[in-house]
Each structure stands twice: as structure tokens, then as C-alpha cells.
């Protein structure tokens, strides 16, 4: 649990003394790393109120899955593979996979033959749909097998 001198507002900080363990809350945040480890910056949360948000958290969850391993990777057009999915083959190889650091975003553009900016789009896209995250500044990791 976070403590209670890292929350920003008052708001946060008197609901955060009301709960107790066995609370189930909704939290919103941003999923990095850093050293190797994951950290979680939670920008806001809420004590759950109404239990059917739960089941429909679980099938957020299924979807992204079935949309990250399945669905996504099964809609290649015309046979090429779109940037994010090259991006995440690169991820996935054991050789990187075994970097705690991550890859660099540099040696990603090199090995892909492509411009930072447009590799920063596909980047910002997976991170957002949370198939990878930043394990250091500039450095991405993949959340599956990673």
C-alpha cells in the first residue's frame, strides 16, 4: 500500500486513511520500471462501491488479452506486419527478455530501419494498451514474458 505522505491531495489522502485490508479499490496509474524492478504511479484511486465492476474489470482484462495475443497478431494486411508487432518481436527475443533494462528505443529504430518519431508513435500505442512498458528512461521492456 502506498503511503500516505506520497498522495498529493486531501481528497486522496482522507479516503486513503479509510481503507482497510480486504478493500477493493479501482486505481488509475501508469505502469514503469525502473532498475528492474515494476512500479506502479497511481494518479488517482477510488474505494469500490458496486461489485459489478469487478466482473467488468475481468473482462477488460480478457479482452485485452485475447486482443494482444490473438486478434491483434492474427490481422496482418496483405502479410506485413504493422510497427507495433515488429516492435514486440524484437521485445520478445530471449536474448532481450533477459535485459533487465530493457531494450533502447534507439536500437529498436536502428535494427527496424526506421525514423524515432514514427517508431515513438507504435511504442506510445503499445504502452498505452499495455503490451510493454518503459524500464528505464528510453528503454522498453514487453509485459509477456518479460
Not at 482497510?20 to 506502479?40: A, I, S
Amino acid at each position: 500500500m502506498m503511503g500516505l505522505e506520497e498522495l498529493q491531495e486531501d481528497v486522496d489522502t482522507n479516503e486513503a486513511e479509510g481503507l482497510r485490508d480486504g478493500m477493493y479499490v479501482r486505481l488509475h496509474g501508469h505502469l514503469k520500471g525502473f532498475q528492474g524492478k515494476r512500479n506502479l504511479n497511481v494518479f488517482s484511486f477510488r474505494l469500490l462501491s458496486d461489485f459489478n465492476e469487478m466482473a467488468s474489470h475481468f473482462i477488460d482484462c480478457i479482452c485485452a488479452h485475447l486482443y494482444n495475443t490473438r486478434i491483434r497478431f492474427s490481422g496482418q494486411h496483405k502479410g506485413q506486419k504493422s510497427v507495433e508487432d515488429m516492435v514486440l518481436e524484437i521485445l520478445r527475443l530471449p536474448s532481450n527478455r533477459a535485459k533487465e533494462e530493457g531494450v533502447s528505443r534507439d536500437l529498436i529504430a536502428l535494427h527496424l530501419g526506421l525514423p524515432l518519431d514514427k517508431l515513438m508513435l507504435s511504442i506510445k500505442n503499445l504502452v498505452e494498451e499495455g503490451a510493454i512498458y518503459e524500464a528505464i528512461a528510453d528503454h522498453y521492456k514487453s509485459i509477456i514474458n518479460g
